[in-house]
């Protein structure tokens, strides 16, 4: 078969077809985390087989430039060889205690030392990171309310999956069965960039709010960057009404910029995040996550405290080793180096958009950019909140995802995510993408 478009034989995909059915008589929706199941574009999930640098290789044979990175954590690229070098002699030695081990003191130091954070405890998922900072904050201001912001996506927390964002934005889902009532009801949702609405929660509520949790900069319902000023708002506005201000940064963190997201905005202007949440890049593709923040909060932390938080691989030796060696590897060239691969691939794409008449708006924070390809009613003009960010036309993206997909470049599967590139994203690479792109864009064109 060839595809009439490139004239190149069309891609093979029947041993992923073989095990998407396999996986799905034992598994439900045949994944085990939703948005790999290509729900939101159609056709069959690509099963990888393995990866280096850039690219990856499907089971079928077929070899791809990466723009998921494992929905964040491979900022060095696939089996970096330094990484996979400290992973193998950690295995070697064992793979997990339940004691303390010396790996953890080292990241601990590692992260303590790039962030503002003063203690830090390691968990094994974002989710369990954003789950026991909230119950930390809790605890340690005595009050339940939370507030979050619609398309900010914190984890399946129970009390967080109320307008959360990517995946569920993907499926369409706007809350979820399964999480009782009780456990949203204390948790207040409001419009992102909305100054005007978080003062009016503070005033209503101020007295009853134990925390504010925000992404730093969201990338779970695409970029949509805080205005100027919005963070250290947030801050200031915790601040003046004794709730912590909670920056979640399990996207961004050792991503955005070497300072994670807080290095666009708070570094500079001088205000700190009483906690803080990490995960993805500081695993190193390894299952680590992370919270942090000031040492009189996280104090109230078991065993120095009453709050109790646990995890029986939390700080695991072969998780921590590899999150460290990335961290390590991690300088200030390899973020240069992604923030030139991530602009040239956004302004290729937007190029390629423009010229094929596609309404569209590109948008970055750091290294991190995503596409909305827009619907025909929607201004285009900078996506500000998830209202905005809804307003895509979904078939477009299905469409040119696709394309690139049929020319050996991996998207993520769905329209509210952030592509991501990598330290090991070189010319070649980078090519293959711009060389995608314009038959891509003629199809999400061919859509509306
Ligand atoms: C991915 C993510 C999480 C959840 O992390 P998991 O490791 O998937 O549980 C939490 N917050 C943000 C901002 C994320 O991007």
């Known amino acids: 078969m060839t595809d009439p478009t490139t004239s190149r034989p069309a891609r093979t995909t029947t041993?992923?077809?073989?095990?998407?059915?396999?996986?799905?008589?034992?598994?439900?929706?045949?994944?085990?985390s939703?948005?790999?199941?290509?729900?939101?574009?159609?056709?069959?999930?690509?099963?990888?087989?393995?990866?280096?640098g850039a690219r990856i290789t499907d089971v079928d044979g077929n070899e791809y430039v990466d723009l998921v990175?494992?929905?964040?954590?491979?900022?060095?690229?696939h089996a970096h060889p330094q990484v996979q070098e400290a992973v193998l002699a950690a295995v070697s030695r064992g793979t997990?205690?339940?004691?303390?081990?010396?790996?953890?003191?080292?990241?601990?130091?590692?992260?303590?030392?790039?962030?503002?954070?003063?203690?830090?405890?390691?968990?094994?998922s974002g989710t369990e990171a954003t789950m026991s900072a909230i119950r930390l904050a809790r605890g340690f201001t005595g009050r339940d309310v939370v507030v979050k912001f619609a398309g900010c996506y914190h984890g399946h927390v129970d009390a967080l999956l109320?307008?959360?964002?990517?995946?569920?934005?993907?499926?369409?889902?706007p809350g979820t069965p399964g999480v009782p009532e009780s456990a949203t009801d204390l948790t207040l949702v409001l419009p992102y960039n909305d100054r005007a609405a978080v003062e009016k929660v503070f005033a209503e509520h101020g007295d009853r709010i134990a925390c504010l949790i925000t992404e730093a900069t969201p990338g779970n319902m695409g970029i949509v960057p805080p205005e100027p000023g919005f963070n250290a708002f947030l801050a200031e506005t915790c601040r003046a009404h004794g709730a912590l201000f909670v920056s979640d940064e399990v996207m961004t963190g050792f991503r955005a910029t070497r300072l994670g997201g807080w290095g666009l905005d708070?570094?500079?202007?001088?205000?700190?995040?009483?906690?803080?949440?990490?995960?993805?890049?500081?695993?190193?593709?390894?299952?680590?996550?992370?919270?942090?923040?000031?040492?009189?909060?996280?104090?109230?932390?078991?065993?120095?405290?009453?709050?109790?938080?646990a995890g029986t691989l939390a700080g695991n030796p072969v998780a921590t080793t590899a999150g460290l060696t990335t961290l390590q590897l991690a300088t200030d060239e390899v973020y240069a180096h992604v923030d030139r691969v991530a602009t040239v691939i956004r302004e290729g794409a937007s190029a390629a958009l423009t010229q094929a008449g596609v309404p569209h708006v590109a948008q970055s924070a750091g290294t991190m950019f995503s596409v909305f390809l827009l619907a025909g009613d929607a201004p285009v003009a900078p996506v500000r909140d998830f209202d905005g960010a809804s307003r895509q036309h979904l078939p477009a993206y299905a469409a040119f995802f696709h394309a690139m997909l049929e020319a050996g470049v991996h998207l993520p599967?769905?329209?509210?995510?952030?592509?991501?590139?990598?330290?090991?994203?070189?010319?070649?690479?980078?090519?293959?993408?711009?060389?995608?792109?314009?038959?891509?864009?003629?199809?999400?064109?061919?859509?509306y």
């Open 162 to 173: 109320a307008s959360a964002g990517s995946g569920l934005a993907t499926f369409a889902i």
């Open 96 to 124: 997990s205690y339940g004691t303390p081990t010396e790996p953890e003191v080292l990241l601990a130091e590692e992260i303590v030392s790039r962030t503002p954070v003063e203690r830090v405890r390691f968990t094994s």
């Open 413 to 447: 599967p769905s329209a509210y995510e952030v592509w991501f590139c990598s330290a090991a994203h070189d010319d070649r690479a980078v090519q293959q993408v711009l060389d995608a792109l314009p038959a891509a864009a003629r199809a999400a064109a061919a859509t």
């Open 69 to 77: 990175g494992s929905w964040g954590p491979m900022l060095l690229g």
């Open 34 to 52: 939703p948005v790999r199941a290509f729900g939101a574009v159609g056709g069959t999930p690509r099963f990888i087989t393995r990866g280096a």
């Open 266 to 309: 708070g570094a500079h202007e001088g205000w700190v995040p009483d906690l803080m949440t990490f995960g993805k890049v500081m695993g190193g593709g390894l299952p680590a996550a992370a919270f942090g923040g000031r040492a009189d909060v996280m104090e109230h932390l078991a065993p120095s405290g009453p709050v109790y938080q």
């Open 15 to 32: 041993r992923s077809a073989d095990l998407f059915a396999r996986a799905s008589a034992v598994t439900p929706g045949g994944v085990n």
